[in-house]
């Protein structure tokens, strides 16, 4: 593939070509800085050495892409709930229990293990290599919508999504107690505020626990700016100690909303990370309904909405998933009267 550099070029070489390349290519400065280190871009006739040099306008650039090569990730047979797919992208609707991305701990059974499976030829290559292209996760105990690239271009287009902060997604949790902005306690909250149409706002930065290097933790110099919004949806019991809730990222950190809620005093129901198993009064729900919550196996949240531009068709895309039998289970069952 060979193009010049058109007028105006940015000052550092890497720039100018990943914005002069054409689109095809899906040269992010990543992988141009692996082709480079490679032998395999060229600057009129001569190997460039450094992404950091200069070009000008009418500079002839010659790469070569080699083709991508086959992950050795294993592919594995696991079903999967898919939701939309076409030949850049995939919509998935993982269940509870799966994690996303093979680690140290999760070596096999991981999402990315079914999509190598599933998608078998129709990854064009990430990165240089025929692997699905993960631009964001949830949780292994977290259920819901995720979107994953097929393509080096989808990758590129939905990872600038994320970072910007443009994909919509909406997550739908039972917390314990009610965040009402009629709660003198949340007035005290460092970082929580409430908006219009009582909408709780809660605003820090998240970073890595000092001590537990598992947990994520809210500070407010350091770390990584984090917002997170939640609507009540339905309250539970009488008087009321826990929520359906709505949430929806501004930002999307580690474990935001799980972090969020249990900072406001509202930990998700079956979060022993985070949320902790709390004693419920024993009359305001019903039998049913406090044993449903004392023994939920895992944080109950939902990835419900997931909304975002198509890297290439350009069309605004928006997937919803309803909530899965244990989350409605739980529902129903705070929903019973009090005892």
Not at 72 to 79: M, V
Not at 106 to 117: D, F, R
Request: with cysteine; hydrophobic share 40%; glycine share 8%.
């Amino acid at each position: 593939m060979s193009f010049r550099i058109q007028a105006e070029p940015p000052a550092r070489l890497d720039k100018a070509i990943s914005r002069d390349a054409p689109e095809e290519a899906s040269l992010s400065r990543t992988r141009l800085a692996r082709l480079i280190d490679a032998g395999e871009v060229w600057l009129n006739g001569s190997p460039i050495t450094s992404p950091k040099g200069k070009v000008a306008e009418g500079d002839l650039i010659e790469v070569t892409i080699p083709e991508a090569e086959v992950s050795d990730l294993t592919p594995e047979d696991i079903p999967l709930t898919v939701v939309y797919e076409d030949d850049h992208l995939i919509v998935i609707d993982k269940p509870a229990g799966m994690v996303v991305h093979p680690a140290p701990g999760s070596p096999t059974g991981t999402l990315v293990n079914a999509l190598m499976y599933h998608c078998v030829d129709t990854l064009s290559g990430v990165g240089g290599e025929k692997r699905p292209g993960i631009v964001h996760r949830i949780d292994k105990d977290t259920s819901g919508l995720l979107v994953v690239a097929k393509s080096d271009k989808a990758h590129h287009g939905l990872a600038d999504q994320f970072r910007a902060h443009s994909a919509e997604r909406y997550y739908n949790a039972v917390c314990y107690g009610v965040p009402d902005a009629n709660d003198p306690r949340l007035r005290g909250v460092r970082g929580v505020s409430f908006e219009a149409g009582n909408i709780m706002k809660i605003t820090t930065h998240l970073a890595r626990h000092k001590t537990d290097r598992q947990r994520q933790a809210v500070y407010f110099e350091n770390g990584r700016h984090a917002v997170t919004r939640v609507r009540i949806v339905e309250p539970f019991g009488s008087p009321s100690v826990a929520a359906l809730v709505e949430c929806w990222l501004e930002t999307g950190r580690t474990h935001q909303i799980r972090v969020h809620m249990a900072h406001a005093g509202h930990g998700l129901v079956g979060d022993a990370t985070y949320g902790g198993r709390r004693k419920l009064p024993l009359k305001s729900l019903s039998q049913a309904g406090l044993d449903a919550a004392k023994t939920f196996p895992r944080q109950a949240l939902h990835a419900a909405v997931l909304g975002f531009v198509h890297p290439v068709s350009g069309e605004q895309m928006r997937f919803e998933s309803p909530l899965p039998q244990d989350m409605l289970d739980l529902i129903a069952a705070l929903r019973g009267p009090a005892g």
